[in-house]
């Protein structure tokens, strides 16, 4: 899977050379490249904003060096033969965006190439996504949020979409820990929260792990599980649950 990410900010990107993600991009599973927006520009000052039309406070990003990144990336000027097979997907982080959840995680872990246009200040202007949405070279836009807050800039939401879907690629998580048995995975989980989990030792401040799972019965060990799930779903998501 081959992941860019263009921003004005090359350094915030950098823990995705840590960990899991960081394995993966390593071992070339993932191909993974940060570009800086400010090398598309022209001007002496590498100027990425202007002033919004209409008025209003902040500023926008100009299209100009989003269009030049972007085509630089696609490599492509314009159409040409293509079997439709390595068309990058547009996304872009905003608030305003559709909800990025585990089933996006999932969808996104099966896409060949993925490009993250992270928008600093009031945003991108709108022509961009308008632009590439109509471009038979790419595989359509995706604007999404990571939640109902808002943050500084699409960096830190690169970064949370870009670990929720690498740790779905085959390859980049061990065996070890099956993504079935998470929090919102497709099938048993879907609207379900992993209940709680324990280790050694047995007692711990006076605390004894549950008895069912020292008892070795997979099957009554199993149906506790789906039980505490339930019960913590119910407490803390309990908008969940239908
Ligand atoms: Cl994707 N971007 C920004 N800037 N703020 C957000 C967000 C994204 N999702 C929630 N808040």
């Given amino acids: 899977m081959r992941i860019d990410i263009v921003t004005i900010f090359p350094e915030y990107l950098a823990p995705l050379r840590l960990s899991l993600v960081g394995r993966a991009v390593d071992a070339r599973t993932i191909d993974l490249r940060v570009h800086d927006l400010r090398a598309f ?23 100009a060096a989003w269009g030049e990144a972007l085509d630089h990336i696609c490599g492509r000027r ?5 079997d439709g097979a ?16 585990q089933a996006t995680a999932q969808e996104f872990s099966r896409e060949p190439w993925l490009v993250f246009a ?27 949020s990571i939640g109902d807050y808002v943050l500084a800039g699409g960096e830190v939401a690169t970064l949370v979409m870009v670990e929720a879907a690498a740790r779905l690629v085959p390859g980049v998580l061990g065996n070890e820990t ?16 992993e209940g709680p989990v324990f280790t050694k030792p047995p007692v711990w401040r006076d605390l004894a792990v549950p008895e069912v799972l020292l008892s070795g019965h997979h099957g009554r060990i ?5 039980d505490q799930a339930r019960v913590r779903t119910a407490d803390h998501r309990p908008d969940l649950l239908h």
């Fill in 41 to 63: 520009t022209h001007d002496r000052h590498h100027t990425v904003d202007d002033t919004p039309y209409g008025g209003g406070p902040g500023m926008v990003m100009s299209p």
């Fill in 78 to 82: 314009g159409v040409e033969a293509d």
């Fill in 86 to 101: 390595h068309r990058p997907t547009l996304v872009v982080p905003t608030p305003s965006g559709r909800r990025f959840t």
């Fill in 118 to 144: 992270c928008g600093r200040y009031e945003g991108i202007d709108a022509r961009v996504t308008q632009h590439y949405a109509g471009r038979p070279d790419w595989n359509g836009v995706r604007e999404l």
């Fill in 178 to 193: 099956s993504v079935l048995d998470d929090s919102f995975a497709a099938g048993e989980m879907e609207n379900l929260l």
């Fill in 222 to 226: 199993a149906q506790w599980r789906r």
